[in-house]
């Protein structure tokens, strides 16, 4: 329960006792109910329309002034919610306050639910395509799939015929609301694989876990773009976390940008990490990084910043078959693929990488664009490289002094008995 503290009207005018009758309080009835008693999550309480009346000894009654500091109650949820007023060590109620959620926003309570949304945006399963723009969905609760192999959340129709295909966006907001889908299973050959396929400019994922019972791709035809929680990203992934190992290629003559968390961003990701190994593996270029295969900035998206900020992955990196450039990195491949800036900062990682190179390193294979007070651990990645993220010692990575720059007051956090004693999100 909560205890309002913004500022209400009164809704009535006084409470007219004289002091020298020496009565007391007998107790507090609501004798008028609200105007209001519909609310959707989140909302206010509006007191208008309602009436408190005060009893006392004498048998004499009196209106009570009701103020903000006197209400509890709570619409951070959905369901039928009592409201109590608390005056002078007594209490009412007002019963049967209905709470909802807005038009705009639907709640996902079972994996039915959730392939469902997969299905919509996609245009499989009989339903036309929808991208959800402006559209908000909640996951209520955690959810572990049981149901076969994860359909991805937007999609890419290449083909041989059609290498490039059509693309099915996500640009709603999904809330995982703190929760965590798991048993995941990616595999087979889709083209964007990831818990989503593809979220777009205006989408949004925040607050999501997803632990991956299996992702092995193999992409006949096209590019491959793979990632535990999206395979391209070009709006905003928040506080969202994979877990699990992810592996995928393509055995076209073409490109594979594979990461723990996504596998091409040019959006912002903020506060995630990764702690599966990555593989991946391509007849062209490979970009591989423990977070994200690639950032790449595009002038129409967010005036080509793409950034990852606040992030971490622990993975091990490796790579199978490469025919042409390897771009391998413990958090990022390949950081700025064209020639607009893309932005690492206060990141981290601490993964084995296991390939060689000039566009091969510690943090990132190649940087392109801006690289601010992020590192690596020297030790565990086997790698010394600089200009590319900074290398520190297992010790060094452990201790909050080499993080001098970051915020461990509300984003960070750093203990011997948590994360293996390395920095941790909040």
Same mark, same amino acid.
């Given at each position: 329960?909560?205890?309002?503290?913004?500022?209400?009207?009164?809704?009535?005018?006084?409470?007219?006792? @004289?002091?020298?009758?020496?009565?007391?309080?007998?107790?507090?009835?609501?004798?008028?109910?609200?105007?209001?008693?519909?609310?959707?999550?989140?909302?206010?309480?509006? =007191?208008?329309?309602?009436?408190?009346?005060?009893?006392?000894?004498?048998?004499?009654?009196? =209106?009570?002034?009701?103020?903000?500091?006197?209400?509890?109650?709570?619409?951070?949820?959905?369901?039928?919610?009592?409201?109590?007023?608390?005056?002078?060590?007594?209490?009412?109620?007002?019963?049967?306050?209905?709470?909802?959620?807005?038009?705009?926003?639907?709640?996902?309570?079972?994996?039915?639910?959730?392939?469902?949304?997969?299905?919509?945006?996609?245009?499989?399963?009989?339903?036309?395509?929808?991208?959800?723009?402006?559209?908000?969905?909640?996951?209520?609760?955690?959810?572990?799939?049981?149901?076969? @192999?994860?359909?991805?959340?937007?999609?890419?129709?290449?083909?041989?015929?059609? =290498?490039?295909?059509?693309?099915?966006?996500?640009?709603?907001?999904?809330?995982?609301?703190?929760?965590?889908?798991?048993?995941?299973?990616?595999?087979?050959?889709?083209?964007?694989?990831?818990?989503?396929?593809?979220?777009?400019?205006? /989408?949004?994922?925040?607050?999501?876990?997803?632990?991956?019972?299996?992702?092995?791709?193999?992409? =006949?035809?096209?590019?491959?773009?793979?990632?535990?929680?999206?395979?391209?990203?070009?709006?905003?992934?928040?506080?969202?976390?994979?877990?699990?190992?992810?592996?995928?290629?393509?055995?076209?003559?073409?490109?594979?940008?594979?990461?723990?968390?996504?596998?091409?961003?040019?959006?912002?990701?903020?506060?995630?990490?990764?702690?599966?190994?990555?593989?991946?593996?391509?007849?062209?270029?490979?970009?591989?990084?423990?977070?994200?295969?690639?950032?790449?900035?595009?002038?129409?998206?967010?005036?080509?910043?793409?950034?990852?900020?606040?992030?971490?992955?622990?993975?091990?990196?490796?790579?199978?078959?490469?025919?042409?450039?390897?771009?391998? /990195?413990?958090?990022?491949?390949?950081?700025?693929?064209?020639?607009?800036?893309?932005?690492?900062?206060?990141?981290?990682?601490?993964?084995?990488?296991?390939?060689?190179?000039?566009?091969? /390193?510690?943090?990132?294979?190649?940087?392109?664009?801006?690289?601010?007070?992020?590192?690596?651990?020297?030790?565990?990645?086997?790698?010394?490289?600089?200009?590319?993220?900074?290398?520190?010692?297992?010790?060094?990575?452990?201790?909050?002094?080499?993080?001098?720059?970051?915020?461990?007051?509300?984003?960070?956090?750093?203990?011997?008995?948590?994360?293996?004693?390395?920095?941790?999100?909040?």
């Amino acid at each position: 329960m909560t205890v309002a503290c913004l500022a209400i009207a009164a809704v009535s005018i006084s409470c007219g006792k @004289d002091d020298d009758n020496e009565v007391t309080l007998l107790s507090i009835a609501v004798t008028k109910q609200p105007t209001i008693k519909t609310y959707t999550v989140g909302e206010t309480f509006d =007191p208008g329309g309602m009436v408190v009346t005060a009893t006392y000894s004498n048998n004499s009654t009196s =209106p009570v002034t009701v103020t903000a500091d006197m209400l509890t109650y709570d619409f951070s949820t959905v369901g039928t919610k009592t409201l109590t007023i608390t005056y002078n060590g007594k209490t009412a109620e007002v019963t049967g306050i209905t709470v909802s959620v807005p038009a705009n926003v639907t709640t996902i309570t079972t994996e039915a639910e959730l392939r469902e949304l997969a299905q919509k945006v996609n245009g499989t399963g009989g339903f036309t395509e929808n991208s959800f723009e402006g559209h908000t969905f909640v996951l209520v609760n955690d959810i572990t799939l049981t149901s076969g @192999d994860w359909e991805p959340i937007g999609r890419n129709t290449a083909t041989a015929v059609d =290498p490039d295909g059509k693309s099915f966006l996500f640009e709603g907001t999904f809330d995982g609301n703190g929760k965590v889908v798991s048993n995941v299973v990616i595999k087979g050959s889709i083209n964007w694989p990831g818990f989503f396929g593809a979220v777009g400019e205006n /989408g949004c994922v925040k607050n999501l876990g997803v632990n991956i019972a299996e992702f092995d791709v193999t992409i =006949p035809y096209g590019n491959t773009y793979a990632g535990g929680i999206a395979g391209t990203n070009a709006g905003t992934i928040e506080k969202c976390f994979a877990t699990g190992d992810v592996k995928a290629g393509t055995t076209w003559l073409a490109h594979v940008f594979v990461g723990g968390l996504v596998g091409s961003n040019a959006g912002i990701i903020s506060k995630c990490y990764a702690t599966g190994n990555v593989h991946a593996f391509a007849s062209a270029n490979v970009y591989v990084g423990g977070l994200a295969g690639i950032i790449w900035g595009s002038p129409t998206i967010l005036d080509g910043k793409a950034t990852i900020m606040n992030s971490y992955a622990t993975g091990n990196v490796s790579v199978g078959t490469c025919d042409w450039t390897l771009y391998m /990195g413990g958090l990022v491949g390949d950081n700025g693929y064209s020639v607009t800036t893309t932005i690492v900062e206060n990141c981290y990682s601490t993964g084995l990488v296991s390939g060689a190179g000039s566009n091969v /390193g510690g943090l990132m294979g190649t940087n392109r664009g801006t690289v601010t007070a992020s590192y690596y651990d020297s030790q565990t990645s086997g790698k010394s490289d600089t200009g590319k993220g900074e290398p520190k010692t297992t010790t060094e990575m452990k201790s909050q002094s080499t993080f001098a720059d970051w915020n461990f007051s509300n984003i960070w956090g750093i203990s011997a008995g948590t994360n293996s004693g390395y920095p941790y999100l909040r």
